[in-house]
């Protein structure tokens, strides 16, 4: 299986601050990467896809980049309802895999 | 407009039964392959199941292979998941996923609001 590592598992960030969540995979997955926000209780929310392809309807606040084993989401202006945390998942092969998460909280 | 609804969730006892059901609208069902992914309390996203829009091919996470069974209708549009031999592990938000194309190896690009499973005695 290929394993997902984000770094960092939490990170406190104040409102209007940049930020950026970083994501390996074990293995080359080219550029079969998506980011996912999910808030307490509520379903994920797909954000980028192929590395870099944003999804329809949002912000472009939101940019992914990376190819091969090395990828990254950088969030701009951060606003109050982008505190969340954020996970990565590779979809090259199955089984599908997530990274752990990246909680981002308000300082 | 997109529409994926869950059901199906519960209270069973372990080694217990239960069947998801996510019923699908708004869009083609047979052009996109649906998987299944779960969040345990306090942990992350987990893929569980994947289904190819024809229903011609299936995939498994390891923890569940042998115990689950992914299936879909399409004359109803509705996907499934059959879980038995249930255990205390696969207390989770089950939610179903639709992937952008029918083949499989696709991002998921819309949510269905997930079922709360919780396997207990």
């Known amino acids: 299986d290929i394993h997902m590592t984000q770094s960092p598992s939490s990170l406190s960030a104040s409102v209007g601050d940049r930020v950026t969540i970083t994501c390996r995979s074990s293995?080359?997955?080219?550029?079969?990467l998506a980011w996912f926000q999910q808030k307490p209780g509520k379903a994920p929310k797909s954000l980028i896809y192929a590395a870099s392809s944003l999804q329809s309807g949002v912000p472009s606040k939101f940019n992914g980049s990376g190819s091969g084993t090395h990828f990254s989401l950088t969030i701009s202006s951060l606003q109050p309802e982008d505190f969340a945390t954020y996970y990565c998942?590779?979809?090259?092969?199955?089984?599908?895999?997530f990274g752990q998460g990246t909680k981002l909280e308000i300082k | 407009e997109v529409q994926l609804l869950d059901s199906g969730g519960g209270l069973v006892q372990p080694g217990g039964s239960l069947r998801l059901s996510c019923a699908a609208s708004?869009?083609?069902?047979?052009?996109?392959?649906m998987s299944w992914v779960r969040r345990a309390p306090g942990k992350g996203l987990e893929w569980v199941s994947g289904?190819?829009?024809?229903?011609?091919?299936?995939y498994y996470a390891d923890a569940v292979k042998g115990r689950f069974t992914i299936s879909r209708d399409n004359f109803k549009n509705t996907l499934f998941l059959q879980m038995n031999s249930l255990r205390a592990e696969d207390t989770a938000v089950y939610y179903c996923?639709?992937?952008?194309?029918?083949?499989?190896?696709?991002?998921?690009?819309?949510w269905g609001q997930g079922t709360l499973v919780t396997v207990s005695s």
């Open positions: 293995q080359a997955i080219s550029n079969y």
């Open positions: 708004g869009f083609t069902f047979t052009s996109h392959a």
């Open positions: 998942q590779q979809y090259t092969r199955y089984p599908y895999t």
């Open positions: 996923a639709r992937e952008r194309y029918s083949s499989g190896w696709d991002d998921f690009d819309y």
């Open positions: 289904i190819t829009g024809s229903g011609g091919s299936a």
